[in-house]
């Protein structure tokens, strides 16, 4: 398929190693963030969420840490392995009124990982 | 598990021209959102419903117009096409639960529009 963001931030890792992506948000009344992953060619795809009366959350080899103070997000990949080789995003959820909801994503990031 | 369906997969359609993007979404979600990512850029918000009803338009062009039908599903319907249109559309769905609930969004895998 074709490639998604060939021009984004890359980040390369060795397998194996830890990998931590970075996000800034732009809107302090943001309750709600969202990690997508996403592959060549495929739609993003869930990886991890965090509420944020929360500062960090884990799930299965990924963490999300939260800092309200400087609105910052970061995404922690333990071990990463070549199938975690993808562009990763972070969006916020925006609330719109009527309890409905808009996402905006920040900049992706490419990980790269390395045999 | 279903997913986000969404037709066609692919779509070459020269300047001037008119397409029609369609969304399924996820079984007994009420929400659906339209995005517009380009090559190296982070999807853009176009526009979501809620309940058939637009809820919040992004950086829609007054050229696309959009609208969800009683079955959930939704278009996006362009018209006079112009290069760069040439974009991944995403669309996605999600389930609102209640006040103050959270409920993330799921993504189709996307329509690449082509224009020429």
């Known amino acids: 398929g074709e490639s998604v963001g060939l021009h984004l931030p890359t980040l390369s890792v060795q397998e194996g190693d830890n990998s931590i992506i970075n996000c800034a948000y732009s809107?302090?009344?943001?309750?709600?963030f969202i990690w997508y992953k996403q592959e060549s060619g495929k739609g993003p795809q869930f990886i991890i969420d965090i509420r944020s009366n929360m500062d960090k959350r884990q799930g299965q080899r990924v963490t999300v840490l939260l800092n309200k103070t400087v609105k910052h997000l970061s995404l922690q990949i333990a071990a990463t392995q070549p199938g975690d080789s993808a562009v990763y995003f972070c969006?916020?959820?925006?609330?719109?009124?009527?309890?409905?909801?808009?996402?905006?994503f920040g900049t992706g990031t490419r990980l790269k990982v390395l045999a | 598990a279903a997913g986000v369906i969404q037709s066609p997969r692919h779509l070459i359609k020269e300047k001037r021209e008119t397409a029609t993007l369609k969304c399924y979404p996820i079984?007994?979600?009420?929400?659906v959102y339209w995005y517009q990512q380009g090559p190296g850029q982070d999807p853009q918000f176009l526009i979501s419903?809620?309940?058939?009803?637009?809820?919040d338009k992004g950086s829609i062009p007054d050229r696309f117009s959009a609208q969800q039908f009683s079955d959930y599903h939704s278009e996006l319907n362009m018209s006079s096409l112009e290069l760069g249109d040439s974009a991944l559309y995403f669309c996605?769905?999600?389930?609102?639960?209640?006040?103050?609930?959270?409920?993330?969004?799921?993504f189709g895998q996307g329509t690449r529009l082509t224009v020429v």
């Open positions: 996605a769905s999600s389930l609102r639960r209640g006040r103050g609930t959270n409920a993330e969004a799921f």
């Open positions: 419903f809620y309940e058939k009803m637009q809820s």
């Open positions: 079984p007994r979600h009420d929400t």
């Open positions: 969006a916020e959820k925006q609330a719109l009124g009527s309890g409905t909801y808009k996402y905006i």
């Open positions: 809107n302090s009344a943001s309750d709600y």
